[in-house]
């Protein structure tokens, strides 16, 4: 039984970091119908500049994960302005292709700038393990944990009760009769794209702290399963995505635990393969006829 | 109209570059220098093994140039990244052979790549020294392929012998990277030897390659309350495992092979008090340890692990194969190397019929204060 319950404990750790990265997936998509593959990468460059405020400039831990997530805000902007808004009309797969292309460009981008070994991540956190028992957890994982479940509580007030939060709303079901109600559509996809990247860099800073490392590639399997995650819960709706990294996280973890490593990943793909078969809109999607 | 032009002069420029690449491959091979190829990962996960093994390796080139060459030739060592990559390293070694021209290679640096260029080193019939492939195949059924570093299943047994007489351990509990043939061989060995004694393995867990999260393996393994757990796998995988268990409270030692040399670097607080098994301890009192150390420190000022120590080994038992034979053929080369008796940094070289070290001794090294400390040595009978 306690085994069982540290496993669990395992798997929210992990689940809670995907639900982060997961949102950003589920955010882009259900306001621009774009499944923005760059989002692992996202990750990783707000894991490198925490890695660079932490050691360069040596700023307390607040100051750390607010330096990340603006810096990656700023760049998801950046990115949507550059890459994704002169296609905006274009046919969606020109899109999708642009993101993977923005994808590999980011990787390869840190490969020259950071090099490939991978670096250190300092210990951001105070670091002491509490015993519940006899469940031991580290404080780095019940920083983890917290800090993603507050940050997913407030972007949920964000969006119901803001006006901003009720424009992307508007925005993600009708784009065109958003624009006639007075809704600067391209702002409110920006602000989309900021939130979605914070989140993303908060997710990338708090596995580069479980895991300990910080290189180029760490955005790939991360960004992948969150891929999933958001998928699994219904793309385009953002509890579903929170939804979706806890269980992914939590399959992940009793597959390891209970089952076999080697096939932890191989179950995780094939949940999204289970997921597209038999319910594409994934477990809080509606099913909604294609309109002629 | 304008495409077609456009196309039309990339294809020529692509059928250009192609010559012209051509061109420079025909240059390799002036016979006023010995050249030698060196392959081994220079960058990613285990850039510290193959830059360290070819730091070695230089600095054994340039100690013998100075000294005066292979017979007044001078030797060059021509060195590249694999990448830790297996098709990166074969086009590597066909560079080596084709455009380069070398006469011998010392190489690859880890096991993977080593296996993935053999076929093709054995239909060449290069002579092959690699510093330090562990893994078993890697000189089998290959006379032209020579290492200078023991065997994983040697090292597993050494690791072994040490967990079960020296910790006195009575359990064990495994943790073992699956698709890597040097963590798969060394656990075997260890799992064996280790029953041998007397002992139990608790359990065994695995991970992936790409695997970073080891939580759900830790915990199982905390809950087995082994006396040992044996790690063998290289410091990027190990140095975060390390971490974890810390973090966890796993109060078991923690045993590992040569792959954690450099762990000491960036994990000293989390591999506190751990051993691994390795090919030589830098504050051993051999005067020929002691002098590879001052040389290596002035190059680089730096300490050089035990990568760098049988990169410098394997170039010097390879020159003086050279200097044996007489002759850059390759069946020469080899003869001379299949006499090798050379008394290097890493212990006594000689090569058994396969080509591996015979009766090398193994020594334990403990990690303590963020220091490499020589604890014993250990030889298998």
């Keep these: 039984m306690n085994l069982f319950l540290q496993q669990l404990i395992n798997g929210l750790n992990v689940g809670s970091i995907y639900a982060l990265i997961a949102i950003g997936y589920t955010m882009v998509y ?13 990750m990783m460059f707000g894991a490198y500049f925490a890695f660079i405020a932490a050691t360069s400039f040596n700023l307390p831990v607040w100051a750390v994960l607010l330096s990340s997530m603006v810096i990656m805000a700023i760049i998801g902007v950046a990115i949507e302005f550059i890459a994704y808004r002169p296609l905006r009309n274009a046919p969606r797969l020109s899109a999708l292709i ?60 964000f969006i119901r009760k803001t006006k901003q939060g009720r424009a992307m709303r508007a925005v993600s079901e009708d784009k065109d009769a958003a624009i006639l109600m007075g809704i600067n559509v391209n702002r409110t996809i920006s602000l989309t794209f900021a939130v979605g990247s914070a989140l993303g860099a908060l997710g990338g800073v708090l596995y580069s702290v479980a895991y300990i490392q910080v290189y180029p590639t760490m955005g790939v399997m ?16 953002i509890p579903g995505a929170m939804l979706g990294g806890f269980i992914i996280g939590m399959v992940e973890t009793m597959t390891k635990a209970y089952l076999s490593t080697t096939w932890a990943d191989a179950i995780v793909f094939a949940i999204l393969i289970v997921v597209l078969l038999f319910k594409p809109t994934g477990i809080l999607g509606k099913n909604t006829r294609e309109k002629v | 109209m304008k495409k077609r032009v456009v196309s039309v002069l990339l294809v020529v420029m692509f059928t250009a570059s192609i010559f012209a690449f051509a061109g420079c491959s025909t240059s390799g091979g002036s016979s006023d220098v010995v050249k030698l190829g060196f392959i081994g990962p220079m960058t990613g996960d285990a850039a510290i093994y ?83 492939a562990t893994a078993v195949e890697v000189t089998q059924d290959a006379p032209n392929v020579f290492r200078a570093c023991f065997l994983d299943d040697y090292q597993g047994q050494a690791a072994a012998n040490f967990a079960a007489t020296t910790l006195g351990a009575k359990t064990a509990a495994l943790l073992i990277g699956t698709g890597n043939p040097y963590s798969e061989g060394v656990s075997e060995a260890f799992k064996a030897a280790f029953t041998a004694k007397g002992g139990t393995i608790a359990g065994s867990e695995s991970y992936g390659t790409a695997d970073k999260d080891f939580s759900a393996q830790l915990t199982k393994i905390k809950e087995m ?17 390390l971490q974890k268990a810390k973090e966890m409270g796993i109060t078991a030692k923690f045993v590992g092979a040569d792959g954690w040399d450099g762990v000491q670097e960036e994990y000293a607080d989390a591999a506190q008090g751990n051993y691994f098994t390795n090919h030589y301890a830098a504050d051993s009192p051999s005067e020929t340890v002691q002098n590879f150390i001052t040389a290596y420190k002035a190059e680089y000022n730096k300490v050089p692990n035990s990568f760098a120590a049988l990169g410098y080994d394997a170039v010097y038992a390879m020159v003086e194969a050279i200097t044996a034979a007489g002759s850059t053929e390759s069946a020469d080369i080899i003869t001379a190397l ?20 015979k009766d090398k001794e193994v020594t334990i090294i403990k990690i303590d204060g963020g220091q490499l400390k020589y604890d014993s040595t250990v030889v298998n009978k």
């Excluded at chain 1, 991360?222 to 709706?237: D, E, M, R, S």
């Excluded at chain 2, 309350?225 to 495992?241: C, E, K, M, S």
Aim: charged share 20%.
């Design chain 2, 50 to 132: 193959g830059s360290s093994a070819e730091e070695g390796a230089q600095l054994a080139v340039a100690e013998i140039n100075a000294a005066g060459g292979i017979d007044g030739k001078n030797i060059e060592l021509i060195a590249y990244d694999s990448k830790a990559d297996q098709t990166e390293a074969i086009n590597a070694y066909n560079r080596l052979r084709d455009q380069d021209g070398v006469v011998a290679v010392i190489g690859g640096t880890l096991s993977g790549e080593t296996l993935a260029m053999k076929d093709i080193m054995v239909s060449d019939n290069m002579p092959v020294l690699s510093p330090t």
């Design chain 1, 98 to 157: 642009t993101a993977i292309g923005v994808s590999l460009f980011l990787q390869n981008l840190a490969l020259i700038i950071f090099k490939p070994d991978p670096k250190v991540m300092p210990k951001i956190f105070p670091e002491t393990i509490y015993k519940i028992g006899e469940i031991e957890i580290s404080s780095t994982t019940l920083i983890t944990i917290g800090l993603s479940l507050f940050f997913m509580v407030l972007l949920d007030l």
């Design chain 1, 222 to 237: 991360p960004g992948l399963k969150a891929f999933i995650a958001a998928v699994l819960g219904g793309i385009g709706i």
């Design chain 2, 225 to 241: 309350n082994p006396d040992v757990v044996f790690v063998p796998d290289y410091v990027q995988t190990v140095g975060p495992i």
């Design chain 1, 30 to 42: 259900g306001i621009i119908k774009l499944i923005n593959f760059a989002h692992g990468e996202i």
């Design chain 2, 338 to 357: 299949n006499a090798t008796d050379h008394p290097g940094v890493t212990g006594t070289l000689k090569f058994d019929e396969e080509g591996n070290p």
